[in-house]
C-alpha cells in the first residue's frame, strides 16, 4: 500500500503530465520520426535517420519546448479553465503556479542545451519558438483571427525543424504541410466554440465572441472546405503510396463535420467536432507509413 505521502507524489506527477499534455507531447515526436522516414528523407538508410542523433536531439528539444509550452499556457489559463474545463483544472491545480513556472524554465534552458549541441543556429530557432510560445501565451491568443493563426503556426513550428534539418524542399512537402496547418487552425477555431463560455469572463476577443456563432461557423467552413483543395492535390497530383485513402476518408469525415458544424449549438457538440478534427490529425500521423509500405523492410540496411 502507498502511504499518503506517496499517493499525493503520484497525484502531482499525473497532474503535471495532463499539465504538459504527455499524450500529445508523444504523438507530435512519432510524427516528427515518421516524416523524417517517410517524407523528409526517404533516400537514407532507415538506421540512418533513426539513429541520427542531431534529430535525437531536436526532436527532443522541440518535446521540451511544448511541453514548457503548455505549461506556461495553463500558468495564464488557469482562471478561464476553472470555467470552460472545471474538472482537468482541480486536477492540474494540484500544482502549484510556482511550481509550473520552475518546471517551465528548466525545461527550456534544457532545450536550448540540447540545441547547442546541433548548431547556433538551432539554439537561436529553438529560443524564437519559446518567445513566440510565451507571446502567444500572454497576448496574441486573446486576439480574434492572430491568435488561431500563431497557435497553428507554433503547432507546426516541429516539423519545420525537421524539415530545416533534411533541407527537403520538394513541393509535396509543402501542400502536406497546408493541409495539416489548415485542419489545426480550423481546430483552434472550433476550441473558440467551446471555450466562449470561459472566454467571454476573461474578456478574449475570439471570432465568435465578436461577431456570433453565425459567422465563426461561416469562417470555420471556409477553412475545412481550403483544407479539401491540398487533400485532393496529394491525391490526384503528387504520389504518396496508399496515404491517398486516408486523404479520400478526411475528405469524407471533413464533409461530415461541415453537416454536424452547422447543426451544432452547445459546448458538447463542439467537443464532438473538435474530437473529430483531432482524431483526422491523429489518424494522419500513422497514415504516413502508408505512404510505403514495404519501406522500412527495404531500408533496413
Known amino acids: 500500500m502507498l502511504s499518503r505521502k506517496n499517493k499525493l507524489l503520484l497525484l502531482k506527477l499525473l497532474s503535471l503530465f495532463s499539465i504538459v499534455r504527455g499524450y500529445n507531447v508523444l504523438m507530435i515526436v512519432i510524427a516528427q520520426y515518421l516524416a523524417s522516414i517517410y517524407i523528409l528523407a526517404p533516400n537514407l538508410p532507415l538506421w540512418k535517420v533513426v539513429f541520427d542523433l542531431s534529430l535525437f536531439v531536436i526532436v527532443l528539444a522541440s518535446s521540451f519546448v511544448i511541453a514548457g509550452g503548455y505549461i506556461i499556457n495553463s500558468f495564464y489559463d488557469s482562471e478561464k479553465d476553472l470555467i470552460n474545463k472545471p474538472r482537468k483544472s482541480m486536477l492540474d491545480r494540484l500544482v502549484s503556479q510556482q511550481t509550473k513556472l520552475s518546471t517551465y524554465f528548466v525545461l527550456n534552458f534544457l532545450a536550448v542545451l540540447f540545441a547547442s549541441y546541433v548548431s547556433f543556429k538551432a539554439v537561436l530557432f529553438f529560443s524564437g519558438y519559446i518567445f513566440g510560445i510565451w507571446l502567444y501565451s500572454h497576448k496574441l491568443k486573446k486576439i480574434a483571427f492572430v491568435g488561431n493563426l500563431v497557435s497553428a503556426v507554433l503547432a507546426i513550428t516541429p516539423f519545420f525543424a525537421v524539415f530545416v534539418y533534411y533541407r527537403n524542399f520538394e513541393t509535396v512537402i509543402f501542400v502536406h504541410a497546408i493541409f495539416l496547418f489548415l485542419l489545426i487552425l480550423a481546430r483552434e477555431s472550433i476550441k473558440d466554440m467551446e471555450n466562449i463560455a470561459g472566454d467571454m469572463a476573461l474578456n478574449y476577443k475570439t471570432i465568435p465572441i465578436l461577431y456570433g ?31 491517398y485513402l486516408y486523404f479520400i476518408a478526411s475528405i469524407v469525415f471533413l464533409i461530415f463535420f461541415l453537416v454536424l458544424l452547422w447543426r451544432s449549438s452547445t459546448k458538447k457538440h463542439y467537443v464532438w467536432l473538435h474530437n473529430i478534427l483531432k482524431f483526422i490529425i491523429i489518424v494522419g500521423v500513422f497514415s504516413i507509413l502508408l505512404i510505403n509500405v514495404d519501406l522500412v523492410l527495404n531500408r533496413i540496411l
Do not use: E, N, Q, W
Request: hydrophobic letters at 60%; zero cysteines.
Open 213 to 243: 456563432a453565425k459567422y465563426a461557423k461561416a469562417y470555420i467552413s471556409l477553412l475545412i472546405l481550403l483544407t479539401l483543395v491540398p487533400a485532393i492535390l496529394l491525391i490526384r497530383t503528387f504520389d504518396v503510396g496508399y496515404m
